[in-house]
Structures are given as C-alpha cells and as structure tokens.
C-alpha cells in the first residue's frame, strides 16, 4: 500500500513541475513600436502657399511649428540638418495637405535655428519616445536613419521590393553634396533593367541607373543633382506616375 502511496506522489509531483515550468517558461513579449524615420526636404511655410492653396493648414512662423501630413498631432519628433547637425526638438502641431516632394512643412522660425539652406532645405526627422521632460529646442545629434521608397507601380514590371530595409546615409561634409533620388530595390537586375527602359521611355531622363547593392539586390537611381530645385522636376514627373514616397539621400 506504501509503495502504491509513493507512487502516486511520484506522478502527482512531476505534473505539478511540469505545470510550474510551463507557466514560468511563458513569457509574455510586447511588440516595439516602429518609430517613424525619414530624409528628405522640408517646406518653409509662408502665407502666399496657404493663400494659393498649396498648404491646408496655416502656421506662425514667429514660434518653434511644424505640420506633417500623417504623423499625429504630438507626436514627438527630432528635425536635423546633416550638413551642421543642428537639431530641433519639437512636435508636431497640426496636420496638413501639401506637396508630396517635401517630407514636413516648418515654421521659419526653425529653418533659421537649423540653419538651413532655402535653396536646398535638406533635413532628416526621428520620431523620439514620450517622456515628461521633452521641452522643445534645439541641440545636435549624430544618428542617421533612413527610409526608403516601396512602390513601383508600373503594372508591366514585377517588383521585388526590398526598400523595407532602411538605407543609412553617408556622412554629408559639404554643401555641394549631390543628391540622389531611390526608386526602388529588385531582386533581379532584368527587373530593374526592365522598369529603367520604360521609364527612359515614359520620361526621357538621361540619369537613371542600376546600382549593384549586393547580389540578391540591385537599385534603381535617378541622379545625381546638383540641388533642390534640379531635381523637384524629375520627382513631380515620377509622382505623376505613381512613384510615392521616393527616398532622397546625399552622396
């Protein structure tokens, strides 16, 4: 009868270990959020371009204001201009329409703590995390992030896209950097090849290109430009098509 009791004791407590080290080896992760990332031109805001409808919104320019077109009312962010890396710590303030070739709309007031160059309003934007500390001004920062264009929509051509993975931008030392604007990535270069002909066609650029990143990826670029303004043609042109979103980096 003993040896039935020890038995069952034996069992009774290897179901309760395996029960224990079934709840303890459960652990419950939570996803990080994304944060958002982006280069690219911002828009100086002015009345004329509320006034001719080219902006929904209207900011003052007199205060730290910025305005984006899906990042939500404040939302912390980081604007940056790589050629001084002179930061603006802000929100955003309000969301607008505007011109898809520029990635935010700021207040004068920041492009003249930044520093930046109207001609070639080059900045990159990080969305931070919320703390109870964050008080907007401007300060330095050195970390690079990129995102890249994912839409290739020309029916014709199977896209391989690839453009989830973020392009890290060179280290920019001068003013005279070139830009250049991303198409998108392919697996295969006759794919890339493909849309670069059709779009020779389409659009008559003569400075696109395929870039070998590796060997399972190859880019279609367009570029370089020299500033802001030779390339804004080429980008409307390219938007008009259906390319959104399409990445700018310096070389």
Known sequence: MKFHKTIILIILCIHLYSCADYKTGKINQVKEKAYYSSSGFALIFEDRLYKEKIIS???????????????????????????????????????SKYPKIFNIVISQKIASIL??????????????????????????????EKNVAEKAPISEVKMDNLTKEKIK???????????????????????????????????????????????NKYRLLVGPFKNFNALKNTYISLNNLGFEELNIYKE
């Open 57 to 95: 919104k209207k900011i003052n320019n007199d205060e730290i204001r910025t305005m984006h077109d899906f990042l939500k009312k404040n939302t912390l962010i980081k604007i940056i201009n790589p050629l001084n890396s002179k930061t603006v710590e802000t929100k955003i303030y309000n969301n």
């Open 115 to 144: 520093e930046l160059d109207i001609n070639n309003p080059y900045i990159e934007i990080i969305e931070v995390k919320k703390n109870k500390t964050f008080v907007a001004k401007e300060g330095n920062i050195f970390d690079e």
């Open 169 to 215: 931008n060179q280290e920019i030392s001068t003013k005279d950097s070139n830009f250049i604007l991303v198409i998108s990535d392919f697996y295969y270069i006759d794919s890339a090849n493909n849309l670069k002909k059709k779009l020779d066609k389409k659009m008559n650029i003569n400075n696109i290109s395929v870039k070998k990143i590796n060997n």
